[in-house]
T-cell receptor
Framework: GQNIDQPTEMTATEGAIVQINCTYQ??????LFWYQQHAGEAPTFLSYNVLDGLEEKGRFSSFLSRSKGYSYLLLKELQMKDSASYLCAVRDGDYKLSFGAGTTVTVRA | ETGVTQTPRHLVMGMTNKKSLKCEQH?????MYWYKQSAKKPLELMFVYSLEERVENNSVPSRFSPECPNSSHLFLHLHTLQPEDSALYLCASSQDPGDGANVLTFGAGSRLTVL
């Protein structure tokens, strides 16, 4: 079966940096995704990693190590609007995208 | 309308009712998906349609019945549900399901409560 683990909750202060870790054990690997989901809204795509290394996109960066089954999402210069759930997902086949339970990030003033 | 639209946004039904959830995508995508999202649990893939053909059925109970009449519309027909089926049902679409970098675009979901 698929096993994708990420912390349940994290709290940080506005302007700070938060790193959300994700570890996975899946039957195959065809890419890792991060999605953001605000309460009551649709999950929205943040980043995609298929090769080892860091992908940077503005205030958000995502890192992947395939040998360690590990990824992280780095949120810099936190803003109140970054309070949301962050979902780690692994594509382990053509169609199947398996998700972690999500990490709820709360940004405090 | 843009993106992926789901209706209704909220639905309350009894265990003996029959209802349907509707999803429409305006992105010209070729694949559509149903996911179930329960509190504090990972999203669970239920069904995948690619070019209107069902390509994945993830051991979902028969009380959930999908229908994909064309590449823009997806339905989830519900009958004799159980209280544990109460959840947020998310629809998604994507361009090319065979591409590893294939990004899913989600709708805002239909919040279902079974009494």
């Amino acid at each position: 079966g698929q096993n994708i683990d990420q912390p349940t909750e994290m709290t940080a202060t506005e302007g700070a940096i938060v790193q959300i870790n994700c570890t996975y054990q899946t039957s195959g690997f065809n890419g890792l995704f991060w999605y953001q989901q605000h309460a009551g809204e649709a999950p929205t795509f943040l980043s995609y990693n298929v090769l080892d290394g860091l992908e940077e996109k503005g205030r958000f960066s995502s890192f992947l190590s395939r040998s360690k089954g590990y990824s992280y999402l780095l949120l810099k210069e936190l803003q109140m609007k970054d309070s949301a759930s962050y979902l780690c997902a692994v594509r382990d086949g053509d169609y199947k995208l398996s998700f972690g339970a999500g990490t709820t990030v709360t940004v405090r003033a | 309308e843009t993106g992926v639209t789901q209706t209704p946004r909220h639905l309350v039904m009894g265990m003996t009712n029959k209802k349907s959830l509707k999803c429409e995508q305006h992105l010209g995508h070729n694949a559509m998906y149903w996911y179930k999202q329960s509190a504090k649990k990972p999203l669970e893939l239920m069904f995948v349609y690619s070019l209107e053909e069902r390509v994945e059925n993830n051991s979902v109970p028969s009380r959930f019945s999908p229908e994909c009449p064309n590449s823009s519309h997806l339905f989830l027909h519900l009958h004799t549900l159980q209280p544990e089926d109460s959840a947020l049902y998310l629809c998604a679409s994507s361009q090319d399901p065979g591409d590893g970098a294939n990004v899913l675009t989600f709708g805002a979901g239909s919040r279902l409560t079974v009494l």
